[in-house]
């Protein structure tokens, strides 16, 4: 079911903001049993990765058709079975989620770093844009003391929260860069091939603007094999439904 193997990269997706792109990652071969993921020397916390397994399961709940809330399809028991009962190429679906936010926390982090070596700074109005997204959240939320009990139901914290937002500024304009540079040009042969993938009455610009995405997130992969990855098996037990 290739539908569930998603990964959220390039922008990722933000709950409370908005943005997201999609693409696929291998997973990553290294396991230990200290902490929870290490890319290179960058140890990514509990909180960052927890807001990946969030949107992970949120996604996984919505590609298996439940509607949640007032007017769903769909019950907390529906969903409890959902997480108890569902197997997917041989694995969990909660290990799938496990999965997913590995492997989206991952390319992120890659992403993010890979920009920063690109000399890619974020100006000063740029900085000012992500704290009015955070302004944004609080007040849309209810306050701060709302906003953070939010953030932490959803396996997060504040300072994740913002780390995440300005990771995807400094993605976004290595993205910008490089389509601007035409490392993201797309062929009509690709263009053509890509069309086939799509459902019918999607329009020629969508389907190039996802061309190009897929052929960053392709880079990303390669970028991967530059760090020693670690993921932790036992750490990312501890993520769970």
């Known amino acids: 079911m290739r539908i569930f193997r998603k990964i959220i990269s390039l922008i990722l997706v933000i709950i409370m903001a908005s943005l997201c792109f999609c693409s696929c990652s291998p997973n990553n071969n290294n396991t230990s049993d200290a902490g929870y993921i290490k890319v290179g020397d960058r140890e990514l916390s509990k909180e960052y990765i927890g807001y990946f397994f969030y949107v992970a399961k949120r996604n996984m709940i919505k590609e298996a058709g439940f509607v949640l ?18 197997e997917i ?24 770093l890979k920009a920063v070596s690109e000399g890619i700074k974020l100006t000063e109005d740029e900085e000012k844009e992500i704290a009015a997204q ?18 932490k139901e959803m396996g ?39 069309m086939s993938l799509f459902p019918e009455g999607t329009s020629p610009e969508e389907v190039f603007d996802a061309a190009k995405k897929d052929k960053f997130n392709k880079m990303a992969q390669e970028w991967e ?5 670690v993921v932790s098996g036992k750490g990312m037990k501890k993520f769970t439904v």
């Open 225 to 229: 094999k530059d760090y020693d990855i």
């Open 69 to 86: 809330g007032d007017g769903g399809n769909a019950t907390d028991e529906d969903v409890k079975a959902f997480w108890d009962t569902t």
């Open 156 to 194: 997060c914290d504040a300072d994740a929260y913002r780390q995440i937002l300005t990771e995807n500024k400094y993605v976004q304009k290595l993205y910008d860069k490089y389509d601007s540079d035409g490392k993201l040009s797309v062929s009509d042969e690709e263009l053509s091939s890509y």
């Open 89 to 112: 190429e041989g694995k969990s679906a909660v290990d799938v989620a496990r999965d997913l936010a590995s492997d989206n926390a991952v390319i992120q982090t890659v992403q993010y």
């Open 134 to 151: 955070i302004n944004a959240a609080i007040e849309s939320s209810g306050g701060k003391e709302a906003f953070n009990t939010q953030l």
